[in-house]
């Protein structure tokens, strides 16, 4: 099994990932708020690029009876006029049951919509899931790409940690004594970014969040006043929930996030 990493959602090309399972990461906080969603029982998440298209979205679910939520973030900030922002915590379950979620962000939306083209598979990863994810790629058994969502266009430390706490759980699976040895593991053939991410993980996996501390946009979550996020998504393995994003099941023509 081949796993690879891009650093930024401007390094995909869609022909480049037929066939196999994308997992997408934007810890801070796309992707951990669609976890913690999902796992708080949102029946689905639509994820949209375009602030006009997810009022649009909105509205016509809305208009067909279906209980829905619009949320959307730019610069980390809540988009005026929208009544719901990115923060995980803003998503627990008498918020957000049973109800669809429509989403736009800066960076994650844009890296999940970019990826679903040519993949078989679109996991939804972050902190709060790791071991989830790599096990659920484990069963699948296709080769695997480490989408990282990156910050407007520049590599995100924090994503890049997260896709090595799957690797780093995948290794521990398939090859659990191969961290002692200076080998590549039978099971797995890493690509180089995948083995740096590898070595991230093991330098933070017993404080995720002293890696936020470090990160551009760690730092600049802080300095708005929302320590208490950095806090909800470096919490490692909080979830066993899997979000999926199905391209086959539309909610109104639109690719939409369910529970694995």
Not at 11 to 27: K, N, R
Not at 98 to 118: P, Y
């Amino acid at each position: 099994m081949h796993i690879d990493l891009l650093p930024t959602a401007e390094s995909i090309v869609p022909a480049e990932l037929t066939g196999c399972t994308a997992v997408v990461f934007d810890v801070l906080r796309a992707t951990s708020t669609i976890v913690t969603a999902i796992a708080h029982g949102c029946r689905g998440v639509v994820t949209v690029v375009d602030t006009a298209e997810a009022q649009e979205v909105a509205a016509r679910l809305a208009g067909e009876n279906t209980p829905v939520l619009l949320a959307g973030e730019r610069g980390g900030e809540k988009i005026p006029g929208f009544p719901h922002g990115n923060s995980p915590l803003e998503y627990p379950p008498e918020v957000v049951g049973g109800k669809v979620l429509v989403l736009t962000t800066s960076n994650g939306t844009r890296a999940l919509n970019a990826t679903i083209e040519g993949t078989h598979t679109v996991l939804v990863g972050s902190l709060l899931n790791a071991r989830a994810v790599a096990q659920k790629a484990c069963r699948l058994g296709r080769d695997v790409t480490l989408v990282c969502a990156g910050t407007q266009g520049k590599f995100s430390l924090e994503d890049t940690l997260a896709a090595g706490m799957v690797v780093l759980e995948m290794v521990e699976m398939m090859d659990p004594g191969w961290l002692c040895s200076n080998h590549q593991p039978p099971s797995l053939d890493l690509a180089d970014l995948a083995v740096a991410a590898l070595h991230l993980a093991l330098a933070y996996r017993e404080n995720p969040r002293r890696a936020f501390n470090r990160s551009h946009h760690g730092r600049k979550l802080f300095s708005m006043g929302l320590a208490a996020d950095l806090d909800w998504c470096a919490s490692l393995n909080t979830f066993e929930v899997v979000p999926v994003l199905k391209a086959a099941k539309k909610e109104n023509g639109y690719p939409i996030i369910e529970k694995c």
